[in-house]
């Protein structure tokens, strides 16, 4: 009977020790984000936004001085990784002063813009800008204001690529993306 006691208290031991191994109990950030994979597709759901990515992108929270910075999504190795970020923040002006003044901000740092379009995100009117920044790196962004607060997608890709080999990824998110 002893040697059966400790067996299970070993058994016992052994799971406690692998969910400890993997994480399952740690208070890193990913504790606060659910996530499913199905279809190719991961479904995203944490600090009040949701949406989808396909399975090649990965949850990170980055160093980030910013009060209105959320989390990322990341593909790729190391250095080589395509970015998306996630931000939110009040905001009392309009969509078209914001993005009027950010055009503006772009230009006067010596960015270029590349593209503009009008789109919807969850039901309300977005604005998207593709442009280069002053060390010739393309980025997008999307805004989009819903219930008194502007969102933002920053999309950046690999330093060596250019935002066409992340536009379907971002499109996916962009279309699915919901405040929850």
Same mark, same amino acid.
């Given at each position: 009977?002893?040697?059966?006691?400790?067996?299970?208290?070993?058994?016992?031991?052994?799971?406690?020790?692998?969910?400890?191994?993997?994480?399952?109990?740690?208070?890193?950030?990913?504790?606060?984000?659910?996530?499913?994979?199905?279809?190719?597709?991961?479904?995203?759901?944490?600090?009040?936004?949701?949406?989808?990515?396909?399975?090649?992108?990965?949850?990170?929270?980055?160093?980030?001085?910013?009060?209105?910075?959320?989390?990322?999504?990341?593909?790729?190795?190391?250095?080589?990784?395509?970015?998306?970020?996630?931000?939110?923040?009040?905001?009392?002006?309009?969509?078209?002063?914001?993005?009027?003044?950010?055009?503006?901000?772009?230009?006067? #740092?010596?960015?270029?813009?590349?593209?503009?379009?009008?789109?919807?995100?969850?039901?309300?009117?977005?604005? #998207?800008?593709?442009?280069?920044?002053?060390?010739?790196?393309?980025?997008?962004?999307?805004?989009?204001?819903?219930?008194?607060?502007?969102?933002?997608?920053?999309?950046?890709?690999?330093?060596?690529?250019?935002?066409?080999?992340?536009?379907?990824?971002?499109?996916?998110?962009?279309?699915?993306?919901?405040?929850?």
């Amino acid at each position: 009977m002893l040697p059966r006691i400790i067996s299970s208290m070993g058994l016992v031991l052994l799971i406690f020790g692998v969910v400890v191994v993997s994480g399952c109990t740690s208070n890193d950030a990913l504790d606060n984000v659910y996530k499913t994979e199905s279809d190719g597709l991961k479904h995203y759901a944490s600090d009040g936004i949701s949406f989808d990515s396909l399975n090649n992108w990965n949850y990170y929270k980055m160093e980030n001085n910013a009060s209105d910075y959320l989390f990322s999504i990341g593909r790729g190795p190391g250095e080589e990784m395509d970015f998306i970020h996630f931000y939110s923040g009040k905001y009392n002006g309009t969509l078209s002063e914001h993005v009027n003044s950010l055009k503006n901000e772009i230009i006067l #740092q010596n960015g270029v813009i590349i593209s503009e379009k009008e789109l919807k995100v969850d039901g309300v009117p977005a604005y #998207q800008i593709s442009a280069f920044n002053p060390e010739n790196k393309q980025f997008s962004k999307t805004w989009f204001i819903k219930n008194g607060t502007i969102y933002t997608i920053h999309a950046v890709p690999d330093p060596g690529k250019n935002l066409t080999n992340i536009e379907k990824d971002l499109e996916i998110v962009i279309n699915s993306f919901k405040i929850i």
